[in-house]
T-cell receptor, first 113, second 113 residues
Framework: DTEVTQTPKHLVMGMTNKKSLKCEQHMGHRAMYWYKQKAKKPPELMFVYSYEKLSINESVPSRFSPECPNSSLLNLHLHALQPEDSALYLC????????????FGAGTRLSVL | GENVEQHPSTLSVQEGDSAVIKCTYSDSASNYFPWYKQELGKGPQLIIDIRSNVGEKKDQRIAVTLNKTAKHFSLHITETQPEDSAVYFCAASISTNAGKSTFGDGTTLTVKP
């Protein structure tokens, strides 16, 4: 299994909703990432988990709350989002050993109304 | 911090021609340079990478070259095919600094049949 699986593929939510994005990998990778990508732009790093501990938070607003329940799962909890948060949210993972090879999922296309 | 510049932003070639995309980086400590291909509606996929102890790497029609002195690296695609049409991102990172990859702004490659 060489895949990073993200669900849902598409999500539409209102500004008062609470929703969660899910990411799963079974490659034994111990680093997992959340990125935000706007149209025609490169991915922007949001959070990094290393061995299930949050190691990088790129000053992301608190309306985004990451969670890493175990080494295979990564969640991103969303609450009170703004229309400008509409974007493609990408999850990625890296193998252990100090190598920055990143394997990306297909992303969740989020629209905030 | 690291800064990666990528050129050109758009590239159009005829099928069968070669395509070259160039990136420069600023941090001499960077030692890992991946290239990602992102097709419409998908996440970025690693297509080739190079480490700072290597000057060139090939994989079938794709090659990457690295000039550490000049701090630039390039992606070469030969015998282009319509399915090569996508957005290509270069990135630079320090392999011991897990999670912190700096991406270029991307190149939209169009291969005309």
């Amino acid at each position: 299994d060489t895949e990073v699986t993200q669900t849902p593929k598409h999500l539409v939510m209102g500004m008062t909703n609470k929703k969660s994005l899910k990411c799963e990998q079974h490659m034994g990778h111990r680093a997992m990432y959340w990125y935000k990508q706007k149209a025609k732009k490169p991915p922007e790093l949001m959070f990094v988990y290393s061995y299930e501990k949050l190691s990088i938070n790129e000053s992301v607003p608190s309306r985004f709350s990451p969670e890493c329940p175990n080494s295979s799962l990564l969640n991103l909890h969303l609450h009170a989002l703004q229309p400008e948060d509409s974007a493609l949210y990408l999850c990625a993972s890296s193998p252990p050993g100090g190598i920055n090879i990143q394997y990306f999922g297909a992303g969740t296309r989020l629209s905030v109304l | 911090g690291e800064n990666v510049e990528q050129h050109p932003s758009t590239l159009s070639v005829q099928e069968g021609d070669s395509a070259v995309i160039k990136c420069t980086y600023s941090d001499s400590a960077s030692n890992y340079f991946p290239w990602y291909k992102q097709e419409l509606g998908k996440g970025p996929q690693l297509i080739i990478d190079i480490r700072s102890n290597v000057g060139e790497k090939k994989d079938q029609r794709i090659a990457v070259t690295l000039n550490k002195t000049a701090k630039h690296f390039s992606l070469h695609i030969t015998e282009t095919q319509p399915e090569d049409s996508a957005v290509y991102f270069c990135a630079a990172s320090i392999s011991t600094n897990a999670g912190k990859s700096t991406f270029g702004d991307g190149t939209t490659l169009t291969v005309k049949p």
